[in-house]
T-cell receptor, first 113, second 114 residues
Framework: QKEVEQDPGPLSVPEGAIVSLNCTYS??????FMWYRQYSRKGPELLMY????GNKEDGRFTAQVDKSSKYISLFIRDSQPSDSATYLC?????????????FGRGTSLIVHP | ETGVTQSPTHLIKTRGQQVTLRCSSQ?????VSWYQQALGQGPQFIFQ???????GRGNFPPRFSGLQFPNYSSELNVNALELDDSALYLC?????????????FGQGTRLTVV
């Protein structure tokens, strides 16, 4: 079992839909949780990160962390065709001297007009 | 666009050869991390350099090595290339010593080993 699991998709939705992207993890030491967007043939771009549990909102994007369930989510409201990309979750432990991020494999999102 | 640039963008090498990939970090950043991203997978951490010293290493063999220069640019060297080394190689720069929560990625170098 991988430390971070992420469904590769593809997830296809109509424009304007609410999108829910998720990751599960097994390492309880993870404290920092990040979401990246990666367009084809580009490097990942950080969308947002959260520390420990709770919600964080930035425009159309909301990140949620549920540490009790070891489950994180990214919601995209009013999705646009320009949101079509691969979304990667990443996590970092906050202790043990190791700050190596562990990435999920990414979920491919397609928003069609 | 981030200020992180990588060269070359694409590269084809033969098994057994050696390759050097380059990364210029964003202005003001003193930390560079390298990742390998195989097709359909997430980035895997190779190593990180902070102020010219290796500051952490992932599960990669010694034939993966690196350098960071006084201007904080960096190189990734891979010796004795194997077919499985074919991947997108990403570098990310940041201004913190260890926590990569706000790292900026370059566009990557696509390496194909034949």
């Amino acid at each position: 079992q991988k430390e971070v699991e992420q469904d590769p998709g593809p997830l296809s939705v109509p424009e304007g839909a609410i999108v829910s992207l998720n990751c599960t993890y097994s390492n309880s030491a993870f404290q920092y949780f990040m979401w990246y967007r990666q367009y084809s043939r580009k490097g990942p771009e950080l969308l947002m990160y959260t520390y420990s549990s709770g919600n964080k909102e930035d425009g159309r994007f909301t990140a949620q962390v549920d540490k009790s369930s070891k489950y994180i989510s990214l919601f995209i409201r009013d999705s646009q065709p320009s949101d079509s990309a691969t979304y990667l979750c990443a996590m970092i432990p906050a202790s043990g001297g190791s700050y190596i991020p562990t990435f999920g494999r990414g979920t491919s999102l397609i928003v069609h007009p | 666009e981030t200020g992180v640039t990588q060269s070359p963008t694409h590269l084809i090498k033969t098994r057994g050869q050696q390759v050097t990939l380059r990364c210029s970090s964003q202005s003001g950043h003193n930390t560079v991390s390298w990742y390998q991203q195989a097709l359909g997978q997430g980035p895997q951490f190779i190593f990180q350099y902070y102020r010219e010293e290796e500051n952490g290493r992932g599960n990669f063999p010694p034939r993966f090595s690196g350098l960071q220069f006084p201007n904080y640019s960096s190189e990734l060297n891979v010796n004795a290339l194997e077919l499985d080394d074919s991947a997108l190689y990403l570098c990310a720069s940041s201004s913190r010593a260890a926590l990569d929560t706000e790292a900026f990625f370059g566009q990557g170098t696509r390496l194909t080993v034949v």
